[in-house]
Each structure stands twice: as C-alpha cells, then as structure tokens.
C-alpha cells in the first residue's frame, strides 16, 4: 500500500493532523505548512496527494480567505470532515498547574480558554503562532513553570505531561476541514456541491438563486459573501448545497447558469458527519 502524503497547516500535532488522520488514518505522511498559500501551492506543484485546510469554525465563522485559495489556484474539494475542537494544557513531566506562570498558544486557542485561568490570575497568557509550536516550544525549554495550549496529539508528540484537558469554555466547537486535491470528479455520486457565483447586477438576483434552488428540492446549507477586488460593491458568493435524491448535479448547475456572470464550481464530495459528544 502506497503511503499517502498529507499536506496541513502548522506542524506535527497541529489540529490540522488530527483531522487529516480522520480522513486517511494513522498511516499518512505529514508534510507541514507554515501557512495555508504554502499548503495550496503544495497540491498545485503535486507536491502532495492531498491537503487538509480549514474552511469554517463554529465560533469564528468561515474562513473566507481559505476559499479564495480554493478558488485562485484551481483546486478541488473532494471531501470534508468535521473536528471537535478540544483545548489542552501541556507541560514538561513533573510541572504542575499551580506553579505556572506562564501559557502560550495560538490567540483563538487563549480565548477560547481564559474562563479557566480565572481560577490562576498569576498566569500570563501570552499569543503565539500556532498550537503546536508552542508546545514544541514549551518542550524545548528547561522551565517547569510554562506551557501551552493545544492538542492531545501534539502534548504527546512533544513528549510533554496533560495537566488539564478539555479546558476550553465552549464544549460544542468545530471546525470545517476541505480535503483537497488537483481535479474535481463530478462522477462521483457526493451529493454535496460547493460553488463560487456573481450573480447578475439586476434586481432580486439573490433572490430567485435561491429560489430556484428552492423548486428544483435543492437543499441549501451555506451562502456566504466576498467583495469582488476591484469592483466596488459587487459580491461573489460562496455557496454549499446537497443535491435531492431525484435533482442531478448537472441540471442544477445549467439551472443556475443564466443568473451568474461567473460560476465555478469548487467540489462535489460526500458531506461530513458531526460527531456530537
């Protein structure tokens, strides 16, 4: 079996890893990514097989830059899936909670977690680039009286000791991974369509897009807007919808097609399932 190669944002351990191992499993190699241009232009070069990008958060909402990358470079979304995001407190073995000064980690991370540290007021909290850089960090340091916020994946991986888990505030956050690869393939029977539109500059033409996909049994899941660069006050607009049982994946789009200026379709893939716990 050919060992497939994943690219990710951040570095080993990042929630990046853990959510391309829900996808492809353990036996995957990582090839990290300082940032999400770096990671695209990785699957453009066919560098990779595959990368994992987040697209959209619970908390933080989506991430329209990441589906600008999506649509610049040309790339395909083949698949998805759905993380919990757990936040955890690592340290080097023999630290403890109440002799900590200081705690690192990504600024998303720190706020997701400051209800926590309520309890220790003499702990810095202190923004850094990423989860797991940071607990890399922590691992590299000879001070019992740091550590950072992040992954169980990366506390390990950094041979670092769980002094907390699950100390986020909101209990119900995930994230919205893409899976991404060169070639949509619109034969496969996903029913999940994800499009970039510009619709005509008439009145109501929102309106009867998403009207039309009303009547033909569509179900529309996610409409967001972006300003077009360059134009002012025109708007392109990402949307996902699922495909009914007896609407085809071509129909809906020549439906659709006389409304846009533009249309482009950035994937066809099986939606994702949410693991509540």
Do not use: W
């Not at 595959?50 to 989506?62: D, K, P, R």
């Not at 997701?112 to 691992?139: G, H, M, W």
């Not at 986020?168 to 690869?181: C, H, I, M, P, Q």
Request: charged fraction near 20%.
């Amino acid at each position: 079996m050919t060992i497939k190669t994943i690219a990710i944002q951040g570095i080993k351990g990042a929630f990046h890893e853990e959510a391309a191992k829900n996808v492809f499993g353990d036996e995957i190699n990582i090839s990290p990514s300082v940032t999400f241009q770096e990671l695209t232009t990785k699957v453009v070069n066919e560098e990779v097989d595959y990368a994992l990008m987040a697209i959209e958060n619970t908390i933080s909402g989506t991430i329209l830059q990441n589906l600008e990358l999506i649509r610049n470079n040309n790339l395909a979304i083949i698949g998805e899936t759905y993380l919990r995001i757990e936040q955890n407190l690592g340290a080097l073995k023999g630290a403890s909670i109440h002799e900590l000064t200081e705690v690192s980690s990504h600024y998303m991370a720190l706020n997701q977690c400051r209800a926590f540290f309520k309890n220790y007021p003499i702990v810095k909290l202190v923004e850094s680039a990423d989860t797991a850089l940071s607990l890399k960090e922590v691992s590299e340091q000879d001070n019992l009286q740091i550590a950072a916020i992040g992954s169980k994946l990366a506390i390990e991986e950094y041979g670092l000791e769980l002094l907390a888990e699950g100390i986020e505030t909101d209990k119900s956050n995930y994230t919205r991974f893409a899976v991404l690869g060169k070639e949509i393939d619109t034969s496969t029977d996903g029913a999940k369509v994800s499009l970039s539109i510009i619709l005509h500059n008439v009145s109501g033409a929102l309106s009867k897009a998403i009207s039309l996909l009303h009547l033909l049994g569509v179900n529309l899941t996610k409409i967001e807007s972006a300003p077009v660069i360059g134009k002012p006050f025109q708007y392109r607009f990402f949307l996902d919808f699922i495909l009914h049982e007896k609407v085809s994946y071509q129909s809906t789009i020549e439906a659709l097609t006389p409304l846009t200026i533009e249309l482009k379709i950035l994937g066809k893939y099986h939606p994702g399932k949410i693991n509540y716990t």
